[in-house]
Structure formats: structure tokens, C-alpha cells
């Protein structure tokens, strides 16, 4: 059974920027995702981590800001994001597929991060 | 990149009856469509993927039809704890998008 835990909530200042947590075990395939929904908004893919050997690929409209990182010994995969801004207030969702097709099977519950001055 | 549109924006409909929400995308991405279903302070749930293979412990009531660029989902008799908003996601090539969502209320 895939299980995906991620860190608690975040209120961060605009400049700032937050690093979220999610721990994954059980995977079956050697992929995580995150996506982030804004309030009351869809769902926006961000990006994709092996988090055994590291390799990412972003999302075009999150390339600047945006990193991903992993601890391999924890199974334990980070996003980043920097120089936050308002808009950037939303849900971040780690997800996992049991496959390689990128549909997600299994969700994280999620990490509210809000961006306040 | 491929554009996910879903309509209705919001769909009412009474206890027992037939809900049908659309998903259309920009360009041909074949069968490689899943749809989710989320309710409020929730996570999406996955339904169906492969446009109708329905993930574990789905109801039967939920089917969708389509293939190419239009797309169906179908709660056959909609039930109360269908309320909620349900995304298409396209999975054709990189990235995937999503719709923006079609909210299903009861009426």
C-alpha cells in the first residue's frame, strides 16, 4: 500500500520562500508528482521526481522558481519554492501513479501553503 | 501543450438521476484520460483511467465513453456522496494538464 505524508501547513511572508516535505513508501513505480491547487481552483501539474536517483523534469511555468529535491535513504521527496508571492498561496499535493503512465493513484493529504505579509 | 476543457461548470442534479459531465481536449490524446473525483478538504481521489478502467472500490454507476478529444463521464444514478468536483486529466504526453473542474450538486 502506497502512503505519501507530507509536512504541515506553512504561512510564509512574499520574498520568502517554503520547503515542503513528502514521505513516500510503498511505490511501486520510481516516480513522485506534485501539483497545487489554488483556493477554490483546479489542479496544476508542477513537476516529477525519481526519488531514488534524483532526476527531475519541470513543469515550463515553474522552472524558475520551483525546485525538487529528494533523500533517497528516507524515501523523502522536497519542493521548493522561492521568492513566494500571493498567488502562490494553495494546496501542494505530492502524488504517486502505481505505474509509469503519469495518473495518480495515491495523493498525499496535501499542504496548505499561504503567502501573507 | 494539450488544454483540458470540462463543462459544465456546475451541474444539478436529483437523487437517482443521470449526471453527465464533458471533457474535451485541444488536440488527439487518444484513451489517456483519467478522471478524479474531489470533495471539499479532500485530496482528488483517482475514478478512472484508460477512459474506462475504474481504480479500486469505484462504483459501478461511474462509466465514462469517448476517445480522441470528447469525453464523457456518467454517474448513472447520482447518489449523495457523489457531490463534488471532478477533474479530467489528459496523460497523452508531457505535461499533463487538467480541466478545471465540474462541480455536481444535488438538486
Known amino acids: 500500500q502506497v502512503q505519501l505524508v507530507q509536512s504541515g501547513a506553512e504561512v510564509k511572508k512574499p520574498g520568502a520562500s517554503v520547503k515542503v516535505s513528502c514521505q513516500a513508501s510503498?511505490?511501486?513505480?520510481?516516480?513522485l508528482y506534485w501539483v497545487r491547487q489554488a483556493p477554490g481552483q483546479g489542479l496544476e501539474w508542477m513537476g516529477i521526481?525519481?526519488?531514488?536517483?534524483?532526476?527531475?523534469f519541470y513543469a515550463q511555468k515553474f522552472k524558475d522558481r520551483f525546485t525538487m529535491t529528494r533523500d533517497a535513504s528516507t524515501t523523502t521527496a522536497y519542493m521548493e519554492l522561492s521568492s513566494l508571492r500571493s498567488d502562490d498561496t494553495a494546496t501542494y499535493y505530492c502524488?504517486?501513479?502505481?505505474?509509469?503512465?503519469?495518473?495518480?493513484?495515491?495523493w498525499g493529504l496535501g499542504t496548505l501553503v499561504t503567502v501573507s505579509s | 501543450e494539450i488544454v483540458m476543457t470540462q463543462s459544465p461548470a456546475t451541474l444539478s442534479v436529483s437523487l437517482g438521476e443521470r449526471a453527465t459531465l464533458s471533457c474535451r481536449a485541444s488536440?488527439?490524446?487518444?484513451?489517456?484520460l483519467a478522471w478524479y473525483q474531489q470533495k471539499p478538504g479532500q485530496a482528488p481521489r483517482l475514478l478512472i483511467y484508460?477512459?474506462?478502467t475504474r481504480a479500486s472500490g469505484v462504483p459501478a454507476r461511474f462509466s465514462v465513453s469517448g476517445s480522441g478529444t470528447e469525453f464523457t463521464l456518467t454517474i448513472s444514478s447520482l447518489q449523495s456522496e457523489d457531490s463534488a468536483v471532478y477533474f479530467c486529466?489528459?496523460?497523452?504526453?508531457?505535461?499533463?494538464?487538467f480541466g478545471q473542474g465540474t462541480r455536481v450538486e444535488m438538486k
Open positions: 502524488a504517486a501513479s502505481t505505474t509509469t503512465v503519469p495518473y495518480f493513484d495515491y
Open positions: 510503498g511505490l511501486t513505480s520510481d516516480s
Open positions: 521526481i525519481n526519488p531514488i536517483v534524483g532526476s527531475t
Open positions: 488536440q488527439n490524446i487518444n484513451n489517456n
Open positions: 484508460g477512459t474506462s
Open positions: 486529466q489528459h496523460y497523452h504526453k508531457w505535461p499533463p494538464a
